[in-house]
């Protein structure tokens, strides 16, 4: 009998998009490329997102079984899914899944203020 081992590569990418509504849409395309795509986090989020960002990270394990596969490879492949959507996006990061972290944007949004009202008291001379 002879037993055969299959490796399995993964791969932890961050895709910095302007909208978290690409995630479904890159999810299913890296499927269609045949990977396996999965949550990173162990709660099963895939955003990283804030209402005072101007944008969402998705962050995804992407998983394939072919010896050849490297980053360049998913980088590539992502790519090529977020051309299909037409997405905006700011990056693309992908790296193998060994000791990999990652902090999330620190872009913010800031809230005009509008400027105070000036105290002005009336001078004798404006009186009529």
């Known amino acids: 009998m002879r037993i055969t081992t299959t490796y399995v590569y993964?791969?932890?990418?961050?895709i910095t998009v302007l909208?978290?509504?690409y995630a479904d849409g890159i999810i299913a395309g890296?499927?269609?490329k045949g990977y396996a795509v999965s949550a990173v986090a162990g709660n099963g989020e895939i955003l990283l997102t804030k209402e005072s960002n101007p944008s969402a990270i998705i962050?995804?394990?992407?998983t394939s079984v072919a010896e050849t596969i490297n980053s360049a490879n998913i980088h590539?492949?992502?790519m090529n899914v977020l051309?299909?959507?037409?997405a905006f996006y700011h990056s693309v990061i992908?790296?193998?899944y060994n000791d990999c972290c990652w902090c999330g944007s620190n872009i913010l949004l800031q809230k005009t203020v509008p400027p105070p009202i000036p105290n002005i008291k009336p001078n004798k001379s404006n009186l009529n």
Do not use: Q
Request: charged share 30%.
């Open 83 to 86: 051309d299909e959507l037409k």
């Open 59 to 62: 962050s995804l394990k992407i």
């Open 10 to 14: 993964s791969f932890i990418a961050w």
């Open 19 to 21: 909208t978290p509504r």
């Open 30 to 32: 890296m499927v269609k």
């Open 76 to 78: 590539k492949d992502l």
């Open 94 to 96: 992908v790296t193998p």
